[in-house]
């Protein structure tokens, strides 16, 4: 079992709807999860950290916690034809170690 | 504030040679953290330091090293390069050198092919 696993995708959202995105993680003492975007050609950038159990909302992104069910989820409200990347979901094992998964990537169609 | 620097941005080189890879961090930041980036195996993590000292490794040969000098530049050198090692190896700093951290700041990469 891989220690973060995304779906691949596409994930194929027209512009203006909300796209999901998830990931589950297999080590349960994992405390510190995060979303990167990366577009093609480019180096991953940083767009959310999540903590703690429940929602934390940024602007049109809202990350999700369930650390019971160990699964970490992005939602991008409003989606634009700008979010269209690939999105990798990471997790903490210590001193910047971060495990990413292979990364979802997502179309938005204008 | 620049970002994250890394030289040379590509380079190819043969079978059996070695290669030294430089990567500037933020200004302040003193966490490098290296990456490698390929198609089939994803990001996978290399070593990471913090103030001249390697805190972590991930499951890479002894081929592949890596330090940091006093001003939190940071090198890193694959020695005995093999058609494996093609691939972008990413350097990242962090200003925060907690343990659970990883808001990570991405350079460009370095962009490595074995011939």
């Known amino acids: 079992q891989k220690e973060v696993e995304q779906n691949s995708g596409p994930l194929s959202v027209p512009e203006g709807a909300i796209a999901s995105l998830n990931c589950t993680y297999s080590?349960?003492?994992?405390?510190?999860f995060f979303w990167y975007r990366q577009y093609s050609g480019k180096s991953p950038e940083l767009i959310m950290f999540?903590?703690?159990?429940g929602d934390k909302e940024d602007g049109r992104f809202t990350a999700q916690l369930n650390k019971a069910s160990q699964y970490v989820s992005l939602l991008i409200r409003d989606s634009q034809p700008s979010d269209s990347a690939t999105y990798l979901c990471?997790?903490?094992?210590?001193?910047?170690?971060?495990?990413f998964g292979t990364g979802t990537r997502l179309l938005v169609s204008p | 504030k620049a970002g994250v620097t890394q030289t040379p941005r590509y380079l190819i080189k043969t079978r059996g040679q070695q290669v030294t890879l430089s990567c500037s961090p933020i200004?302040?930041?003193?966490?490098v953290s290296w990456y490698q980036q390929t198609p089939g195996q994803g990001l996978q993590f290399l070593f990471e330091?913090?103030?001249?000292?390697?805190?972590n490794k991930g499951n890479f040969p002894g081929r592949f090293s890596g330090r940091q000098f006093s001003n939190s530049r940071s090198e890193m050198n694959v020695s005995t390069l093999e058609l494996g090692d093609s691939a972008l190896y990413l350097c990242?700093?962090?200003?925060?050198?907690?343990?659970?951290?990883?808001?990570?700041?991405f350079g460009e990469g370095s962009r490595l092919t074995v011939l």
């Open positions: 990242a700093s962090s200003f925060r050198g907690g343990t659970n951290t990883g808001e990570l700041f």
């Open positions: 200004s302040g930041h003193r966490s």
């Open positions: 990471a997790v903490n094992t210590g001193f910047q170690k971060l495990v």
């Open positions: 330091y913090f103030s001249e000292t390697q805190r």
């Open positions: 080590d349960r003492g994992s405390q510190s």
């Open positions: 999540i903590y703690s159990n």
